[in-house]
């Protein structure tokens, strides 16, 4: 199954454009009448983050071990606090590795300790909210974000987390209007994957996939276009396009060999295209470099539909067993259809109450409620998913299957072909279930209202998008 969450490349990159506003600068000594020395690791890391870039791994890697240094003569140094503390999220985010997350709220404390946020430190507070998003932790990254926004509304970086926070609120109108201000402040990659982003909320599909393109061509960093082409891709994917998915996931491992969401990509592409072996590879090589938990249940319903039922088994469990940050929707999803669907209620109605309130939430609880007996409400939050814009098949086949429960034959007619249409492969368990489903509902009857028919696919009615970016103009 293909998950419907808050894209971990795009949380990443808002915790990189937070650590473009706190990673301090590299100046070459233009003066001493010898050629500045090509720029090391640390330094490659901290010009691609002030360029609101993502930086190489093993670069971040060596820009952490050098503010580490750095801190262990100079402790009171407050920025540099916060760019340790921010880069810690940074590598969290990209390595799926929640270890990361206290050593940077550990080092985002200290910063503030030296020079409290009173005194006007946004870099730590910026890198909190950031944190905070990589944590799931939606309210509690708003909260940071309009602090440092209040302080300071120019301050660009501010804007990719408060975006990340109210898309996980399920605030979509502040999200939207938090990007226009973005690309009013800002231009480049950073702005270009954020349209993309809201674009692909709002259903609106080709300009998801021209600002995707604009990111591409953007991109400054090896790393930040190979985030961009894994966007494509996943673009790609959600259209129901494999094969084009996987070319742009095959660029983009040209340009990071490991990259996670690319192999990731590659194997849920494969799967659709009828090559298992492959995809099987493709997974083990993603889960070794980021083990998300979207991508453990992935890779264990492929094995169930393969009959691999020991390795399916396997994968469940370490989903059960393991300790996962910000996955309720996934687990949500996970405990539905493999575990134990009341548990599912249970652990999705908090994160409701929570506030967090996203299509990914609301798809996830409203699945739960039909898996667990209660289809009646679960149709009350299954249209909040599928109404918001958002074209998802998952989305579409949930809602479907909750119809059919309620007799409502023609709505779930509607909803599973529906979801056919959008991908036909959205699931390598779901997907054929629906194809049953749909042959066996049969064609509607010719006396059906209009409203009840198959109606022809509509892209969702438009208001002005968000301002585009514009390459910067060449160098003389």
Do not use: C
């Amino acid at each position: 199954m293909k998950t419907e969450n808050v894209s971990r490349a795009v949380l990443a990159g808002g915790v990189a454009a937070v650590l473009a506003a706190t990673a301090l600068l590299y100046v070459p000594d233009l003066f001493g009448g010898t050629p500045p020395a090509p720029p090391g690791p640390a330094e490659r890391a901290a010009n691609a983050a002030n360029a609101g870039a993502q930086a190489a791994l093993p670069d971040l890697v060596a820009l952490i071990g050098d503010r580490e240094e750095w801190l262990r003569a100079h402790p009171d140094d407050e920025a540099s606090w916060a760019v340790l503390g921010t880069a810690y999220a940074e590598r969290g985010s990209r390595r799926g590795d929640a270890a990361d997350f206290p050593r940077a709220e550990k080092a985002l404390r200290r910063s503030l300790a030296v020079r409290p946020a009173r005194e006007g430190n946004l870099d730590a507070q910026l890198g909190l909210a950031a944190l905070a998003n990589a944590r799931g932790d939606w309210k509690a990254a708003k909260q940071w974000g309009e602090r440092v926004r209040a302080a300071n509304p120019k301050r660009w970086s501010a804007y990719p987390v408060l975006i990340d926070a109210y898309n996980g609120l399920g605030d979509y109108k502040a999200a939207e209007k938090a990007t226009q201000s973005l690309a009013e402040l800002h231009s480049g990659a950073a702005v270009a994957a954020r349209s993309a982003q809201q674009f692909r909320n709002r259903g609106w599909r080709e300009d998801a996939g021209a600002a995707a393109l604009d990111a591409v061509a953007l991109a400054e960093s090896g790393a930040d276009k190979a985030a961009a082409l894994a966007r494509l891709g996943d673009l790609a994917w959600e259209r129901g396009e494999p094969a084009e998915a996987l070319a742009q996931y095959g660029t983009a491992l040209r340009l990071v060999r490991d990259h996670g969401p690319s192999l990731a990509g590659r194997a849920r592409a494969l799967a659709a295209l009828g090559r298992p072996q492959e995809a099987l590879r493709e997974w083990r090589a993603a889960l070794r470099v980021l083990p998300l938990p979207e991508y453990v249940l992935e890779a264990a319903e492929l094995d169930e539909s393969l009959g691999r039922d020991g390795d399916a088994r396997a994968g469940y469990e370490r989903l059960r067993t393991g300790s996962w940050v910000g996955a309720e929707a996934v687990l949500g999803l996970f405990e539905a259809d493999h575990g134990e669907p009341a548990e599912a209620v249970r652990r999705l109605r908090a994160e409701w109450a929570r506030g967090h309130r996203s299509v990914q939430v609301a798809d996830a609880l409203g699945w739960a409620l039909y898996r667990s007996g209660a289809p009646r409400e679960a149709l009350e939050y299954t249209r909040k998913a599928t109404d918001e814009g958002l074209r998802s098949a998952l989305f579409a086949y949930h809602r479907g299957e909750i119809e059919r429960a309620l007799d409502d034959l023609g709505p779930a007619r509607r909803h599973l072909a529906e979801a056919l249409r959008i991908n036909p492969s959205f699931s390598p368990l779901l997907a054929p279930r629906a194809r049953q489903t749909v042959a066996a509902l049969g064609e509607p009857p010719d006396d059906l209202p209009p409203d009840v028919r198959q109606e022809p696919e509509k892209e969702p009615e438009k208001t002005p998008p968000p301002a585009k970016p514009t390459a910067p103009a060449p160098h003389p």
